[in-house]
């Protein structure tokens, strides 16, 4: 049986292709770099949903060494991380079935965080989960970061806990799932609202995430800053990082536009590995 790590020495990266997600996150990284004036480290998710294991490994490797990335479908995040290195530090931030949170959280060791946590139920199968991994791999601290996901745009369709339901939640995460950690808050917030950010404006789901956070915050009987905002996409990064995010979640900036979700590959074909 071959190990991850054997799987990923054995993928091919082609030079060119690595050299351009490089120079693209590297770009990113400067961006949020001037965005935040280096007053505080913020974590950068590059969001690699739809996009093959090799776009993953180029980043990862020397020179780079990026170590956090986003998925979206279960399916797609538990075959990446059987062939990439466990040194990676993945990031569920899609929308998440009930049903899919137990093996996610057990199966994946190096899952590091889920960011979108919205129901008590979801909460309480991502804590079995990580608890059966625990007790079959005896480490001892390993507890999955979360983030509640907060419906700040009020938009019907959107997932994400109602900002005066998300207390109740972060209590439930923090005294009744103790192989969680509640790291903080995340929002996607309304793509027109996204689309029309620019540095200089403020962004309305922003505001309404930090207000949600503050109020939590108080209600937990802990300090705001305990609580991460993860806010901020490829469209509003920059406002995300001026508005207080810890954490930005970029994808189409560094591996460009995504292909169809019925024409994506994990791995290449057998024909292209080979040319
Ligand atoms: C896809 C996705 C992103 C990245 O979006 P880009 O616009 O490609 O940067 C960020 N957050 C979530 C929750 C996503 O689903």
């Not at 538990?78 to 079935?97: D, M, N, V, Y």
């Not at 804590?127 to 983030?147: D, H, N, S, T, W």
């Not at 309305?204 to 995430?209: H, I, K, P, R, T």
């Not at 995504?258 to 590959?265: M, Y």
Request: proline share 4%; charged share 30%.
């Amino acid at each position: 049986m071959s190990t991850p790590s054997d799987d990923a020495e054995d993928m091919q990266v082609n030079p060119q292709r690595a050299a351009h997600l490089i120079e693209a996150l590297r770009e990113v990284t400067a961006r949020i770099a001037t965005a935040d004036n280096h007053k505080r480290p913020i974590r950068l998710v590059a969001v690699s949903k739809l996009k093959p294991a090799v776009d993953v490994l180029a980043l990862h490797r020397a020179p780079t060494s990026h170590v956090d990335f986003g998925e979206n479908y279960a399916q797609e995040l538990t075959e990446k991380a059987a062939l990439l290195p466990r040194s990676i530090r993945w990031h569920f931030i899609g929308a998440l079935q009930t049903n899919k949170c137990k093996p996610l959280a057990e199966q994946i060791p190096n899952l590091w965080c889920v960011s979108s946590i919205d129901t008590a139920k979801k909460a309480d199968a991502l804590e079995k989960g990580r608890a059966a991994l625990v007790q079959r791999e005896g480490e001892q601290e390993f507890k999955l970061r979360v983030l509640v996901q907060v419906n700040t745009s009020g938009e019907e369709e959107k997932s994400g806990v109602e900002p005066s339901d998300t207390a109740a939640l972060c209590r439930h995460v923090r005294d009744k799932c103790p192989h969680l950690k509640l790291a903080g808050l995340m929002t996607i917030g309304a793509i027109a609202r996204s689309k029309a950010t620019s540095a200089e404006t403020e962004n309305e789901d922003f505001v309404a995430l930090r207000d949600t956070r503050d109020m939590v915050a108080k209600e937990l009987g802990i300090e705001a800053g305990e609580l991460e905002l993860s806010m901020g996409m490829s469209s509003d990064f920059e406002a995300g990082i001026a508005q207080g995010s810890d954490e930005v979640r970029v994808g189409t900036t560094i591996f460009g536009e995504r292909p169809a979700r019925k024409d994506a590959k994990v791995k290449e074909d057998r024909e292209e590995e080979k040319s």
